[in-house]
């Protein structure tokens, strides 16, 4: 079956950079779109972004273009997302979803990771 | 930007009650939307695809369904592990989502 497994508890400084990884177990890597979903404190899902391992071909929402880099490595078996420029409000569990079907980024997510929680403080 | 207006924000109810949650999209969807379920400290359940074709293993107690740019989540008897909150998914044109409905204990 389907795993995304994600990296650990961050914390970094205003004005830096965070990159989470999660690896995919089972299933086919390339061709399922991996998205990047996140969630502030008490707050709702948000959308950030997606990639086709195969082709490296993403989609961000417009909120994060050039903020926002989305990269995969086949022979792992992982995708990395990392925001640059932090600032408080980018404290939140990031989670990672794997698209359903196969070649597309516009999806609905089938599985998910366990979240990693990244917290911006000075 | 495709937008999602869900409501109520918060709904109060029992166990044994029929539930309905509401998501307006701002554009046609063509059926592309879906339906989770997030418990506190977990990561969204997939509950309906395609605005109402049910994921595998998810109750029949729950259904989804569409007329026009407005989609519907029904939960038809309200069972205890079913105290959470369920968002609405489009993924027509990248991806947004709903603000969220918490369901609560009446």
């Known amino acids: 079956q389907v795993q995304l497994e994600q990296s650990g508890t961050e914390m970094q400084r205003p004005g830096s950079s965070v990159k989470v990884s999660c690896k995919v177990s089972g299933g086919t890597f390339s061709i399922a779109a991996i998205n990047w979903v996140r969630q502030a404190p008490g707050q709702g899902l948000e959308w950030m972004g997606g990639?086709?391992?195969?082709?490296?071909?993403?989609n961000y929402a417009q909120k994060f273009q050039g903020r926002v880099t989305i990269t995969a490595d086949a022979a792992t078996s992982t995708v990395y997302m990392e925001v640059s420029s932090l600032t408080s409000e980018d404290t939140a569990v990031y989670y990672c979803?794997?698209?359903?079907?196969?070649?597309?980024?516009?999806?609905?997510?089938?599985?998910w990771g366990q979240g990693t929680l990244v917290t911006v403080s000075s | 930007d495709i937008q999602l207006t869900q409501s109520p924000s918060t709904l109060s109810a029992s166990v044994g009650d029929r539930v309905t949650i509401t998501c307006r999209a701002s554009e046609s969807l063509s059926s592309w939307l879906a339906w989770y379920q997030q418990k506190p400290g977990n990561a969204p359940k997939l509950l309906i695809y395609k605005a109402s074709d049910l994921e595998s293993g998810v109750p029949s107690r729950f259904s989804g369904s569409e007329s026009g740019t407005e989609f519907t989540l029904t939960i038809s008897s309200l069972q205890p592990d079913d105290f959470a909150t369920y968002y609405c998914?489009?993924?027509?044109?990248?991806?947004?989502f709903g603000q969220g409905t918490k369901v609560e204990v009446k």
């Open positions: 990639i086709i391992p195969l082709y490296g071909t993403t």
């Open positions: 998914q489009q993924y027509k044109s990248s991806s947004t």
């Open positions: 979803a794997r698209g359903a079907g196969s070649m597309i980024i516009d999806i609905f997510f089938r599985h």
